[in-house]
């Protein structure tokens, strides 16, 4: 792969992990946003195939395909299936409106840049350059899961801090050592698993209702 | 070989949960996992007092002094909180809240819970640390739902997404350490691992700019599972609806086994930043946790989240301890979380008792416990004595020797502080046990007994705390060992 083609690959892909990020604010249908989702997790296993390509690394490959298999495939195909028990699905009244949070996240996508700055100075590359855009990821999830109330969107904000972490890791260090991103990969299908099992258990009025009602359990 | 069989008995045990359906004597081979556990921890700390630590499996799992002390604090913890465990089921199936099938489901819960515990403190890899630390995160969660109610079910739901943001920034920081190794060399990549002894042994040359956002990100992340202010907010909620062995353990050693993780990156920082950052930011997060701990506990009206909150304001002091940072300090915060881990299981099991027989977690609906039951009455008095610090029990002389280091590090005024904090705390504890233990008794009916399976681990727990507080002796060694792994 030549450098052009490297770079222009890997700006695209990354691109892709943030843009899909900010639709997720932007779309309130929560099947459209779980195709999002499914968008993100396979643009982020390109990141990581791609950068393997690159540099000629097996374990970051392997570490990519882990990724497309549970990151695009199997957590979006689970949150459809909570998305299906609850019909009203729709994230109604978020705290934060449709396009203040679009502008918020002009902001957050700013502010990574200036937090990054000092980190990506130690190794300048094609890749730490982008940086900021998992660290952007990290913050829209961060947004997403403050300001939504229904608990779908609140999973999916969860996801997006992962992913935009997982973008990081990659760029950042060409991947953590495979046991650990074996074991960060499982966890979070487990976690959606284990948050697929309190919806479905969660009694009917609690899941309907928004998860901001919760006020069972207080001081 | 010492290493392995400690992670194995307890995880061969769990597979024997699972496969057998529920019966009284998985629960006593529970027991006996967490004993053996227990004996192991006191054979490694043997085998690595003061000699070079013992590694297993190529290098996977290492035990040095202080991984061989977490081991026995997760022994005796677990073993006070498995001996109640069939004693617990039981009473839920009885009230038929639990059938044997969740039974079966909790009882492989805990025994995983308690294995990935041993495994985040034998990890030789900070990555390794994290994945099972994470991984407690997952069992618990189905043992805090386990009654199936809509509350319990509310708290694991709080518990998961708080402590999956948390231990998300904990990995941020982990990748970051990771990142920081890499290039210690400059223009060159150096050969990473995040294995331990090679981070320590390159810590002087990590990236400064790199560990202070990789420092900040892992103190707000495994803060979340320590229960430090800002992300707290799950602790009382998890723990006041847990049944009361899972309780125990979250709040007796679980707390602290993520705490012993901020440790280590505590040495690895020290090293790279100096002392003054790492310390400041303990600070900040230890007497947060104690304001928040005092505020929360004038007014409580749960005897459950009173013994949580005051887990918060426990873990506030380890921060501070950890602050100070000169071996005495972190010799005291280790005998600290020991303390803390036998005292606040001894409390939790016991308050699972009284909310059995009083049918309700309110302060104000039990009263004259110790007339009514003075056995039971008498354990949560002299456990609560213990939490308050009163000597001849070891919190005293922990709590004494933290603000003694403090001192000695010049950090008086964060002593200053944290005493009124203190007094706040004992005025609302001792207030609230005075309610439930003396006031009048609800019913004239006579004292009832309390069953000797029951009284009997938790008097053995207090005696325990009540020895080492008195005769440091069998610990002093090992304390101060365990705690230059961390301090140079």
Redo the contacts between chains.
């Keep these: 792969m030549n450098a052009a083609t490297y770079t222009g690959a890997l700006e695209l892909a990354a691109g892709a992990v943030l843009v899909s990020a900010v639709m997720t604010l932007w779309r309130r249908q929560v099947r459209t946003i779980v195709t999002m989702l499914s968008l993100q997790g396979i643009s982020l296993a390109a990141v990581a195939l791609i950068l393997a390509a690159h540099e000629h690394d097996g374990a970051l490959a392997l570490t990519g395909l882990l990724v497309l298999i549970v990151k695009g495939v199997i957590v979006p195909g689970l949150l459809r299936r909570i998305a299906r028990l609850d019909p009203r699905s729709r994230e109604t009244t978020p705290l934060v409106n449709v396009p203040a949070s679009l502008v918020f996240a002009a902001v957050l996508i700013v502010l990574s840049y200036v937090v990054s700055a000092r980190v990506t100075s130690v190794a300048p590359s094609v890749a730490t350059r982008m940086v900021p855009i998992g660290v952007a990821t990290v913050l829209v999830g961060y947004f997403m899961l403050v300001t939504r109330r229904r608990a779908v969107s609140k999973v999916v904000g969860l996801i997006l801090v992962d992913n935009g972490i997982a973008l990081v890791t990659f760029l950042l260090t060409s991947g953590v050592p495979l046991i650990v991103e074996l074991g960060s990969s499982l966890d979070v299908l487990l976690v959606v698993v284990v948050l697929q099992f309190l919806v479905i258990n969660m009694g009917e009025q609690l899941r309907r209702s928004e998860l901001d009602q919760m006020k069972e359990l207080h001081d | 070989m010492l290493c392995e069989i400690t992670l194995v008995v307890p995880l061969l045990v769990g597979m024997l949960a699972a496969a057998c359906p529920w019966h009284r004597w998985i629960g006593w081979t529970m027991a006996g996992s967490s004993a053996t556990v227990l004996a192991l921890g006191v054979a490694l700390c043997l085998r690595t007092a003061s000699k070079a630590p013992i590694t297993a499996l190529h290098g996977f799992l290492r035990a040095d002094s202080l991984s061989s002390f977490m081991v026995v604090v997760i022994g005796v913890v677990s073993l006070l909180a498995t001996l109640q465990t069939p004693r617990t089921m039981r009473q839920e199936m009885e009230a038929g809240i639990t059938t044997r099938r969740y039974a079966g489901h909790y009882a492989t819960l805990m025994q995983a819970f308690i294995t990935c515990m041993l495994l985040a403190v034998l990890a030789a ?1 900070l ?2 640390l ?2 099972s630390i ?2 407690t995160t ?1 069992a618990t ?2 043992l805090v ?1 386990h009654r ?1 109610t ?2 319990s ?6 518990y ?2 708080l402590c ?2 948390g ?2 920034l904990a ?2 920081g ?3 350490v ?3 190794e ?2 210690v060399g400059g223009g060159h990549l150096q050969s ?3 294995d331990w002894t090679s981070v320590m042994a390159s810590a002087h040359h990590l ?1 400064p ?2 560990m202070r ?1 990789a420092l900040a990100l892992l103190i707000l992340g495994y803060g979340t599972k320590v229960g430090l202010v800002p992300m707290h907010s799950w602790l ?2 998890a723990h ?2 847990a049944p009361a062995p899972v309780s125990a353990l979250m709040s007796g050693v679980l707390l602290s086994v993520a705490f012993y993780a901020l440790l280590r990156f505590k040495a690895i920082a020290d090293a790279a930043l100096g002392p003054a950052f790492p310390r400041e930011l303990f600070i900040v997060v230890g007497l947060a946790s104690l304001v928040l701990a005092a505020t ?1 506990l004038i ?3 749960d005897y459950k ?1 009173m013994l949580a909150y005051s887990s918060i304001e426990h873990m506030g002091l380890l921060a501070l301890g950890a602050a100070a940072g000169s071996p005495l300090a972190i010799a005291a915060v280790l005998l600290h979380i020991l303390g803390h881990g036998v005292t606040k299981s001894v409390l939790f099991l016991s308050s699972g008792e009284i909310h059995h027989a009083a049918g309700t977690t309110e302060i104000a609906k039990v009263s004259g416990l110790l007339s009514r039951q003075p056995v039971l009455g008498g354990v949560f008095g002299f456990g609560l004595l213990a939490l308050l610090g009163f000597p001849p029990f070891s919190l005293f002389v922990s709590e004494f020797t933290m603000a003694r280091a403090e001192v000695d590090s010049g950090l008086w005024w964060v002593v200053a502080l944290s005493l009124v904090c203190l007094a706040v705390i004992f005025g609302a504890i001792a207030m609230h046990g005075r309610q439930m233990l003396l006031g009048d008794a609800v019913t004239t009916n006579g004292p009832t007994a309390t069953v000797r399976s029951v009284a009997l681990p938790l008097i053995t727990g207090l005696v325990f705390c009540a020895v080492i507080g008195i005769s440091a002796w069998p610990l002093q060694s090992l304390l101060h060992d365990a705690a230059r792994v961390v301090v140079r």
């Design positions: 890899n990555g390794v994290w994945v994470e991984a997952i969660t189905f739902s199936r809509d509350r079910l509310e708290a694991s739901w709080k998961l997404m999956s943001v231990i998300a990995f941020f982990t990748v970051l990771y990142f920081a890499l290039h990473a691992s995040l990236n700019d790199v956002l009382p909620d006041s609806q929360m007014a409580q009206r989240r």
